[in-house]
């Protein structure tokens, strides 16, 4: 089982930035498929972004342009860059990973393939 952490989130006005920052440990390959995903009150939970041991990558709509995910290989840690943020923005974020052994791609991929679940960082964002 591959173990997430995540940490970095916090409170932060409108047009504000953080960084996200993911943890892994337990792993027995690269080959699998890393991502971001929010949750709000009420409201379902949503793919923000992910990226595969290609460096493809791939983000929701909405935060396309003031998001960046990446990865540090050699740390196993996975990081979102959130800039220009807007009070929509306001989840719990969780980092997820496809199991180890599979070999992902984020075109091959949606969020019924994460099935590795870190327990989540508030962010919140006002105006």
């Known amino acids: 089982q591959v173990q997430l952490v995540e940490s970095g989130g916090g409170s932060v006005q409108a047009g504000g930035s953080l960084r996200l920052s993911c943890a892994a440990s337990?792993?027995?390959?690269?080959?699998?498929?890393m991502g971001w995903f929010r949750q709000a009150p009420g409201k379902e939970r949503e793919k923000v972004a992910d990226?595969?041991?290609?460096?493809?990558?791939s983000y929701t709509e909405p935060v396309q342009g003031r998001f960046t995910i990446s990865e540090d290989n050699t740390k196993k840690t996975l990081y979102l860059q959130m800039n220009s943020l807007k009070p929509e923005d306001t989840a719990m974020y969780y980092c997820?990973?496809?199991?180890?052994?599979?070999?992902?791609?984020?075109?091959?991929?949606?969020?019924?393939?994460?099935?590795?679940w870190g327990q989540g960082t508030q962010v919140t964002v006002s105006s």
């Open positions: 997820a990973a496809t199991h180890p052994l599979f070999m992902c791609k984020v075109s091959w991929v949606g969020i019924d393939e994460y099935n590795n």
């Open positions: 337990g792993y027995t390959s690269s080959t699998y498929c």
């Open positions: 990226i595969d041991s290609n460096g493809s990558t």
